[in-house]
């Protein structure tokens, strides 16, 4: 006959069982909900992203503005073709993006945890972005060479080519292997320093912002007690965490993407000068419209 105390472990085994199956659940929704944030993600502001790697990669005077690009691009290349060039692989990364990204912004707040005093279980704002900046450091190892392919795509369609010609790439994956021909691992990676550089600080910013807005927006009931954050308010959250973001790194972006669009072996020096001798600090800015309208509808999409 069984005792009491064996009774009692079978029946915490099965709490735990059911406890670790409803987180593992809550997970997998998580992950889920995340990866069609994601994608929607993608959809909206694609377009704007293109039209602000064409005015960021292409030469002075080329483009009048955005609009400039949007109509040319249409006139050239159509919807699917053009403003959706390079889509495919944004596609096919964020989900994994996300999940890397919010595993680190966890691990990132548990350093800062061990670092630092968290008083009541809350951080501050300045612990938030520390967290926040953890989190690119893993994610530059797959942002870097979608971002690498992608920009390559987009801004390929801007050639005209001659009766017969062909475009360079047919695709993501000939992308790859044309990279990876040409310099080996280096080739396809090429720019990740400008990508975390970009990302480690703009990801700072993000979750800042995002918290900083939540915490205002969130209503309170008599006792004090915070409540739910409503979707508009989410949606303003979001919203205002990418304009921040893009805000405080957008010249860094510009030199990221001539740095990965360029011929030969260009470095990140060099860009920086060239780009100055053209025309000061406004050369680092082209496409910072664009950035910004996409970055509400788009981020506010995500959450």
Request: net charge positive; hydrophobic share 40%; with cysteine.
């Amino acid at each position: 006959m069984p005792s009491p105390a064996s009774i009692a472990s079978k029946e915490e085994l099965k709490q735990e069982a059911e406890a670790v199956a409803k987180s593992s659940l809550s997970g997998l929704k998580s992950f889920v909900a995340g990866g069609v944030g994601g994608v929607c993600a993608v959809v909206i502001g694609h377009p704007f992203d293109l039209i602000k790697v064409r005015m960021q990669t292409a030469e002075k005077g080329v483009y009048t503005g955005g609009i400039d690009v949007l109509r040319r691009t249409l006139a050239r290349e159509g919807l699917a073709r053009g403003l959706y060039a390079g889509v495919s692989v944004p596609l096919i990364g964020v989900t994994p993006m996300f999940a890397i990204s919010f595993w680190g912004y966890d691990m990132g707040k548990g350093i800062v945890q061990r670092l630092s005093t968290v008083h009541n279980e809350q951080y501050s704002i300045g612990q938030i972005s520390a967290a926040g900046f953890f989190s690119a450091i893993p994610m530059t190892v797959i942002t870097a060479p979608l971002e690498r392919v992608k920009v390559l795509l987009q801004i390929q369609g801007q050639k005209h080519l001659q009766p017969g010609e062909k475009h360079k790439y047919s695709g993501a994956s000939d992308v790859v292997r044309q990279l990876y021909k040409e310099g080996g691992i280096r080739s396809v990676y090429r720019g990740s320093a400008a990508t975390l550089a970009r990302d480690g600080p703009g990801s700072a910013a993000y979750f800042a912002t995002y918290e900083y807005f939540k915490r205002r927006l969130t209503p309170k009931d008599e006792s004090g007690r915070p409540g739910s954050l409503s979707l508009p308010a989410v949606c303003v959250a979001g919203g205002a965490a990418g304009v921040a973001m893009w805000s405080a790194v957008f010249p860094v972006d510009t030199v990221k993407s001539r740095v990965q669009t360029a011929e030969g072996r260009p470095s990140v020096g060099g860009v920086v000068r060239e780009l100055w001798g053209r025309g000061g600090i406004k050369a680092f800015f082209p496409g910072f419209g664009p950035a910004i309208a996409r970055a509400i509808p788009a981020n506010a999409a995500t959450l």
